[in-house]
């Protein structure tokens, strides 16, 4: 139990270090970019964010991707935890799923 809940404290907090450090990149329009969630590995070494973009999905994806190590250092300031961990920036595609789905479901009732 104690466990699961410094797991998650340490989720929520690498998820608004994260978004913190979006700040601090350069041409880097923080209104395109949305994290939507992180998933950290129980080992806490490894971290998928899971991340929307409003335009040029592309170009932003690369960005991000190059400018790991740097996002790494500026969320190390406030790391309080032993292991830092490695971070995977990844398009979320629930949202567009779930409409889809929705969509399909409404044309089955119809």
Same mark, same amino acid.
């Given at each position: 139990? !104690? ?5 998650? #404290? ?5 998820? *608004? %270090?994260?978004?913190?450090?979006? /700040? ?6 923080? !209104?395109?970019?949305?994290?939507? =969630?992180?998933? %950290? !590995?129980? =080992? ?5 964010? /899971? ?5 040029? *999905?592309?170009? /932003? $994806?690369?960005? $991000?991707? *190059? ?13 309080? /935890?032993? *292991?830092?961990?490695? %971070? ?11 409409? #889809?789905?929705?969509?399909? $479901?409404? =044309?089955?009732?119809?």
């Amino acid at each position: 139990m !104690t466990n699961d809940i410094n797991h998650a #404290r340490k989720t929520s907090l690498l998820l *608004k %270090l994260i978004g913190d450090s979006f /700040y601090e990149l350069q041409d880097f329009n923080v !209104t395109n970019v949305a994290i939507n =969630d992180v998933t %950290l !590995t129980l =080992d806490g070494s490894y971290a998928k964010v /899971y991340v929307t973009f409003f335009k040029d *999905k592309a170009r /932003y $994806l690369e960005k $991000l991707q *190059k400018m790991s190590p740097f996002i790494r250092s500026v969320v190390a300031r406030n790391w309080n /935890y032993k *292991k830092l961990p490695e %971070l995977e920036f990844i398009i979320d595609t629930v949202e567009p799923e779930a409409s #889809r789905i929705e969509k399909i $479901l409404k =044309d089955i009732k119809d």
